[in-house]
């Protein structure tokens, strides 16, 4: 690294710290470090473990400055040296350890979050224990049993760096600073901040006594945050509330305070908060891969139904070209025309199926259009045509007469169609070939609705299966991945329809869609 470029970052960090320890000398076992909140612990151990190892003796001799202008070095400038070798030491193991456990830095799931939060604890107890058997063997803590005295380093310690580090962790992460200001901006941002300084108020003078006894009221507006602004709002609401019991206890007169208990329930109301935020950040994670997922499943889906919707114009495309071809050879050349005409239209008609996938997949938007119920039976007898194939599976296909045209995104429609005929063959498998048989009959369900009824000569679905069938990423079949019935009942409720699995002894389904009102 350049000399000026590590001048200039020690520069930074120095006063930083200092200034951290300073504001938070409270409460001091004596003359000596240990207090119930030590956030320069925090400062430390993100500085080395984002900036690296080599700032440790930047660190050594920060801490050895801040020992002698915070505390005058009470105990000699040789224990001064020692507890701060100890400091020094333990802050660079416990940011080597989380370089290797914690492999994105802005904490971004459980696992990342408990091993910070056990490196955290483990690290800071191994160092109060370092810290406080040295000023044991100096004979430097007094009457202090040294139990007493390690809790209050590692509780201090320990306090500090969860409060402490995820903030600055975030705060140099790109993505988590975005989304911190963009909480910021929310009006109801400034809602919570103005309940957590009432309740804070509350707790220290408000309802006067021991804070203690009413601490658990600040988990309420903790809760209320970290659920509304995830991981974000949990790590500001945490070092806004540790903030404001710092506060609260310099302000505070009464000189018996249990400063130590107080700070023990800010670690716990630390940790609720980190772990609510991240539960919160990984379920919003997990509906959108769900969404992301259901929207590629659906282009599968919908490649067979696209395929043979292009396929038509392709080929009659193809064909009015041989037959211009011919026509120039033969030298009738006025019929050209006629035909250059046609693959126009043709052409128009393949472009109008791309662009409504487009639309589709971008905003999920339908294009309704007229469709009667003559030629909506003429698609579901093409459809189960190529899905059966050259399996011995006779359908049947009726309709009630009289029947008004549906107003449905046909495209869709015929996924829909399409999954479930697909369900009812592979439901015919086991069946012997004489008995296989799919019946699809239209019929009126209301004024404004009509209904298609699927029925096949397969076994039925039972009672459990049929509670979850149309939830994602349930399937009957060892293949599938459980999303076509979840997208066919997406579609048809997108329409104002329905799509419903019926309790039978065979396999039934109904889809009800639109219908255009008759006159």
Known sequence: MPPLKYVRDVLVFAPCYIALDWASYIDPVGPFNI?????????????????????????????????????????????SFLTSVTLAGGYTAMAMVLRELVANTGLRSSRHLTRFVGVVLAGTAIIGAAFVGALRGADLLGATPLPSAWVRFWIGDAVGVLVTAPLLLAVADPERRAGMLALARRPETLLQAMVLVGTIWLIFF???????????????PLIWIAARGGMNGAI??????QLGVVAGI??????????????????????????LGMMVDERQRAADSLRQALRLAAAGDMAGAIAHELNQPLTALANYGQSALMLSAKG?????????????????????????????????????????????LATVQRIGQQVIGTRPVALEVQSEPDLPPLYVDRLQIELVIRNILVNAVEALDKETPAERRISVRLRRESLEQLGLVFVDSGPGIGPDVR?????????????????????????AEAHGGALEAR?????????????????
């Open 35 to 79: 207090t119930p909140w030590n956030p320069q612990a925090g400062l430390a151990i993100v500085w080395l473990l984002l900036g690296g190892l080599h700032y440790a003796p930047a660190v050594l001799v920060t801490i050895i400055a801040a020992d002698t202008l915070v505390r005058h070095a009470p105990g000699g400038y040789f224990i």
């Open 206 to 220: 408000g309802l006067g006594g021991d804070p203690r006894h009413h601490f658990y009221a600040l988990f309420l």
């Open 236 to 241: 500001v609401a945490t070092a806004f509330v």
């Open 250 to 275: 310099h302000a505070e007169s009464t000189p018996d305070l249990p400063v130590l208990e107080i700070q023990a329930l800010v670690a716990a109301l630390t940790l609720t908060g980190l772990y």
């Open 332 to 376: 009738e050349a006025t019929q050209v025309p006629v035909v250059v005409a046609r693959m126009l239209a043709e052409a128009e008609r393949a472009s109008e199926v791309v662009r409504r996938l487009r639309d589709f997949f971008r905003a999920g938007s339908t294009h309704l259009e007229r469709l009667g119920a003559e030629d909506l």
């Open 467 to 491: 509670e979850r069938l149309f939830e994602p990423f349930v399937s009957g079949k060892p293949t599938g991945m459980g999303l076509g019935l979840a997208i066919s009942r997406a579609i």
């Open 503 to 519: 309790s039978s002894a065979h396999g039934e389904f109904h889809l009800v869609l639109p219908c255009m009102q008759s006159a």
